[in-house]
């Protein structure tokens, strides 16, 4: 079992930058890919970026592409986003996930285990 914390959220303008943190509960760097999604309200739940075990492997959605890192430190069992020139599309609730696996993948089911899930609100 993984406990995830997010942490980070808040309010940001158009432009602005936010670093989003999980922090496991547990070790993850030889077990879970790590994966962050968000939910804006009325709307389901998207992916938004993942990272393999090691960090060698990244995705991203199109829509945060070149915006948007995705980043970990295995010694400290945390994960982070970096998120940069935001819109104000990128509202939402963003949630950490992690899947007891090597591969990479975008589906929310295939994830084992969630945060709490942290406020981004951007205004234009």
């Known amino acids: 079992q993984v406990q995830l914390v997010e942490s980070g959220g808040g309010l940001a303008q158009a432009g602005d930058s936010l670093r989003l943190s999980c922090a496991a509960s547990?070790?993850?760097?030889?077990?879970?890919?790590m994966g962050w999604f968000r939910q804006a309200p009325g709307k389901e739940r998207e992916f938004v970026a993942a990272i393999s075990r090691s960090a060698g492997t990244t995705d991203y959605a199109d829509s945060v592409k070149g915006r948007f890192t995705i980043s970990r430190d295995n010694a400290k069992n945390t994960v982070y986003l970096r998120m940069n020139s935001l819109k104000p599309e990128d509202t939402g609730v963003y949630y950490c996930?992690?899947?007891?696996?090597?591969?990479?993948?975008?589906?929310?089911?295939?994830?084992?285990?969630w945060g709490q899930g942290t406020q981004v609100t951007v205004s234009s």
């Open positions: 547990t070790r993850t760097s030889s077990t879970y890919v």
């Open positions: 996930a992690a899947r007891e696996s090597w591969a990479v993948l975008r589906y929310a089911y295939r994830y084992d285990y």
